[in-house]
């Protein structure tokens, strides 16, 4: 069975900084692209960041561009979030995620076909 496990959430104060890490279980999504999304109480879920597999291209809400970047290690099987100057409303539980087919809709949660268990990130003012 596919498992994604998520590493890296934690308490940090505004301004600061953390990694999320996601491992994939299968070699399979060495060729797929992975995201990452986040979910706050009483919210919808929402894109965070996407990257193919080659990593020759990603994506972002704007609400992170210029605070986050995506990488990924497909060696490792590994899909990274780097979350630099963070803010009380990034508050979330963060998934990571792949997507296995079309990447036309990278930015819909319904599109992706293997999600992890969630890592909780909270950050205080």
């Known amino acids: 069975q596919v498992q994604l496990v998520e590493s890296g959430g934690g308490l940090v104060q505004a301004g600061g900084s953390l990694r999320l890490s996601c491992v994939a279980s299968?070699?399979?999504?060495?060729?797929?692209?992975m995201g990452w999304f986040r979910q706050a109480p009483g919210k919808e879920r929402e894109f965070v960041a996407a990257?193919?597999?080659?990593?020759?291209?990603?994506y972002y809400a704007d609400s992170v561009k210029g605070r986050f970047t995506i990488s990924r290690d497909n060696v490792k099987n590994t899909v990274y979030l780097q979350m630099n100057s963070l803010k009380p409303d990034d508050t979330s539980v963060y998934y990571c995620a792949v997507l296995v087919g079309s990447i036309s809709r990278i930015r819909r949660s319904d599109e992706y076909d293997y999600w992890g268990q969630g890592t909780q990130v909270t950050v205080s003012s």
């Open positions: 299968e070699r399979t999504f060495s060729r797929s692209l």
């Open positions: 990257i193919t597999w080659r990593a020759d291209s990603s």
